[in-house]
């Protein structure tokens, strides 16, 4: 099973940016799907960003223009750029892979030890 160890959560004023990182354990080139998802105190788990491995993209409407998911394979790791946050934003972030982009699918595949994120408004 594939380890991932994210990185890059902190705080941040609303308005402000954020890049969080996730290293994976083995290539990332044979993962179909890597994504980020976002859990806020009181609330269910739920996904922020995925890629394929073809590089496809998938964003939650609540993020769409302001946050950028990318994946560089030589490196192993995905990337999630926040722009233009807001203090609904603010949530522990996980980095998941799966082997297929069944995003609605919260329960699946590896997950990272998560990261934190809080925006102030």
């Known amino acids: 099973q594939v380890q991932l160890v994210e990185s890059g959560g902190g705080f941040v004023q609303a308005g402000g940016s954020l890049r969080l990182s996730c290293a994976a354990s083995?290539?990332?080139?044979?993962?179909?799907?890597m994504g980020w998802y976002r859990q806020a105190p009181g609330k269910q788990r739920e996904l922020v960003a995925g890629i394929t491995s073809s590089g496809r993209p998938n964003y939650a409407d609540s993020v769409k223009g302001r946050f950028t998911i990318s994946r560089d394979n030589a490196k192993n790791t995905v990337y999630l750029q926040m722009n233009s946050l807001k203090f609904e934003d603010t949530a522990v972030y996980y980095c998941n892979a799966r082997p297929s982009p069944s995003w609605t699918r919260v329960d699946f595949g590896s997950w990272g030890q998560g990261t934190q994120v809080t925006v102030s408004s």
């Open positions: 083995w290539s990332i080139f044979s993962i179909n799907a």
